[in-house]
């Protein structure tokens, strides 16, 4: 099945603990991306990647990395989160050839993160 | 940059009725995709409908159509007799041509169904 696996679903930490959330997909997209979601603020995009070692900044990449060492994994590090950063994530890829198919989004199930 | 624009963050429809949600969006461009996703309780984000910028008709999946309007960058979302099952948040997105561009989303709009 086509996917976008992200883990995980759920997670609390204290501030100023490093984490990662992991995303993976078994699509072969080039493009990957990390979304936040906060209540009244919709999506915004906070990094992405066009391929293997390309990433680049979205709208609010403070306090987040991000590394693209594979194609299909695309994982977020939170090195010193901070209770601002308590948000629903989402990763997403999808193919960024000329097709005229291929310019939605799949998305992964979402990461709702807590930082206390 | 282009932003997308939802003006109604809560709306509300009866069973078996009809509702309009609207957008609007700001762009320079001329080809691009447009795109409704609807977000369930279970955070799930699902693709609904899709409408490419050089089609002149609009797009419509089941119980699903839009009204694209794009001399005036309007995509409205026509959700007919409504169900329970699609109460949720619906967001509006903008995708440019080519490929390597973010999608950029609007807030949100939280529909209610009444039984």
């Known amino acids: 099945e086509a996917q976008v696996t992200q883990n995980p679903r759920y997670l609390i930490t204290v501030t100023g603990k490093k984490l990662t959330v992991t995303c993976s997909q078994n699509m072969n997209h080039e493009y990957m991306s990390w979304y936040r979601q906060d209540p009244g603020l919709g999506l915004r995009q906070i990094y992405y990647s066009m391929n293997v070692e390309v990433t680049d900044k979205g709208d609010v990449p403070e306090g987040y990395k991000v590394s693209r060492k594979e194609k299909r994994n695309f994982p977020l590090i939170l090195e010193s989160p901070s209770p601002n950063q308590t948000s629903l994530y989402f990763c997403?890829?999808?193919?960024?050839?000329?097709?005229?198919?291929?310019?939605?989004?799949?998305f992964g199930s979402g990461t709702r993160l807590t930082v206390v | 940059a282009q932003t997308v624009t939802q003006s109604q963050p809560e709306m509300s429809v009866q069973e078996a009725e009809t509702v309009t949600l609207s957008c609007t969006y700001d762009t320079s461009e001329s080809d691009y995709y447009l795109f409704w996703y609807k977000q369930p309780p279970s955070r799930q984000m699902i693709l609904v409908i899709r409408?490419?910028?050089?089609?002149?008709q609009n797009a419509t999946e089941n119980r699903f159509s839009v009204n694209f309007q794009k001399a005036a960058k309007s995509f409205s979302l026509k959700i007919s007799d409504s169900q329970l099952g699609d109460a949720a948040m619906y967001f509006c997105a903008y995708r440019s041509v080519p490929g390597n561009t973010p999608l950029v989303f609007g807030k949100g709009t939280r529909l209610s169904v009444i039984a």
């Open positions: 997403a890829s999808s193919l960024t050839g000329q097709g005229r198919d291929n310019y939605g989004y799949t």
């Open positions: 409408q490419e910028a050089y089609k002149q």
